[in-house]
């Protein structure tokens, strides 16, 4: 075989290696996404007791140390394992030297980036896949870190096969800067850092994206890779998820016709309450959460799309009101409405996100205990009003409802 057909055979098989990656993913999310349909026409069933049993085992809980890096159960740890497997395989076999790894490394690179666009929110990918916004954010970060990963081996891999590594870093200044933000994301959006400073992190994680992807940009497209295609995609995916929840609350939630959401915004107690009026074609179950946005708040609120579940609503006739009540520490947001007395008592036009999240069906137990703590009833009392509806109409199993209430301020269990 001539040098040049040598080459070009070389390129195509690590051109499939590393497509088969993409591939597969694709090929596990369709299957996700049919098995979903299917479990939702009722086509599919599995035996309660045995699914019982498989969720007890995959939510075992992991040693201390395991938590530490983000790998809490046992469905956790296989899910690493096979992503980690997959790139480590990919990357390595049929390998011939270096200089195929850093090639692979980029395309890998690229690959991974994919299922970080998310859009705007996880709320949309997380209602769509019919999974929670938390295991959303936890896959969107393992696939960030593997993403990362590969970014360094590869500018690694050049460095090293340079001639004068100074000279190179001062020439390809472009991807440095890319590998820097990539790596200040991973910092900022470690779960220690995130749950003390939430909106820094927020905020800085979509900073240094922004810069990342827009070096990459340049990069790909400096160097004639043909990544900057898949790189294209992924910025287009992220918009159009955007404008998918975006367009889905402007003129299927809102209906012009129907007016815009507005909120009033008033002390409850020590609690922040917000009455949220929407139109009467709103439909809400529970369990659900919305995204909410108000720029007349302020300057620094027009930079948060804070997500707030809703505790309780009124049936229509008559415009919907859909009420969110949350302790004033829980976010910096909240903290801001709640000191602001300025607006209080009065209504402001606001932009809703959602109705997102998953709504279980309790129906068919007989006793459901229900433990909660603090202000987390809130978040199961719209599935008891649901359950004794139910019960009244003969419509549900349940004969027996326990609620296990821990009250942080008074340090005692009501039961």
């Known amino acids: 075989m001539s040098p040049a057909l040598s080459d070009l055979h070389k390129q195509d098989t690590q051109t499939k290696y590393v497509d088969w990656y993409g591939i ?14 299917a479990y939702q026409l009722g086509r599919w069933t599995v035996q309660r007791h045995i699914a019982a049993s498989l969720g007890r085992r995959l939510g075992r809980e992991l040693p201390w140390l395991l938590q530490t890096i983000d790998i809490a159960t046992v469905l956790e740890a296989i899910l690493v394992g096979v992503l980690l497997g997959a790139n480590i395989v990919l990357l390595l076999v049929s390998a011939h030297g270096w200089a195929d790894v850093q090639q692979r490394a980029a395309k890998l690179a690229v690959l991974n980036l994919l299922p970080l666009s998310t859009g705007l929110t996880f709320g949309l990918s997380s209602h769509l896949l019919g999974t929670s916004r938390s295991a959303v954010a936890w896959s969107h970060r393992w696939f960030a870190r593997v993403m990362a990963a590969h970014s360094l081996l590869h500018g690694a891999t050049v460095i090293d ?7 190179s870093l001062r020439h ?19 779960h220690s850092f995130v749950r003390r400073h939430c909106q820094v992190g927020t905020k800085s994680h979509y900073l240094l994206a922004v810069t990342a992807m827009v070096a990459l940009a340049y990069h790909t497209w400096d160097q004639g890779s043909e990544s900057r295609w898949q790189l294209v995609g992924a910025g287009a995916l992220w918009i159009v998820l955007s404008a998918v929840a975006g367009s889905h609350a402007v003129f299927v939630q809102q209906r012009w016709s129907a007016g815009r959401p507005a909120v009033t915004i008033r002390p409850f107690h020590e609690l922040l309450r917000m009455d949220i009026t929407v139109s009467p074609h709103w439909h809400i179950r529970p369990g659900q ?16 799309l804070q997500p707030f ?12 009101i859909l009420y969110v009540l949350t302790r004033p520490r829980a976010s910096s947001l909240s903290t801001r409405l709640y000191l602001r007395e300025w607006l209080h008592q009065r209504r402001q036009p606001a932009l809703l996100l959602g109705p997102y999240g998953r709504s279980i ?4 137990f007989g006793t459901i205990v229900f433990i909660v703590e603090d202000i987390g009833m809130l978040r199961v009392l719209p599935y008891i009003r649901m359950l004794v509806q139910a019960s009244e109409q003969r419509q549900a199993m349940v004969r027996k409802l326990k609620i296990v209430w821990q009250m942080q301020d008074f340090g005692m269990v009501v039961s």
């Open 161 to 167: 096969r340079a001639d004068n590594p100074i000279a």
């Open 172 to 190: 390809d200044w472009v991807p440095l800067l890319a590998a820097a933000a990539i790596l200040m994301m991973i910092i900022v959006t470690l």
């Open 289 to 304: 959460y919305v995204y909410l946005w108000l720029p007349h708040a302020g300057f620094r609120s027009c930079f948060q």
């Open 361 to 364: 069906d309790f129906s068919l």
């Open 309 to 320: 579940y809703v505790a309780y609503w009124d049936d229509p006739p008559g415009p919907r």
């Open 24 to 37: 597969g993913v694709a090929a596990l999310l369709g299957v996700w996404l049919i098995a979903r349909l």
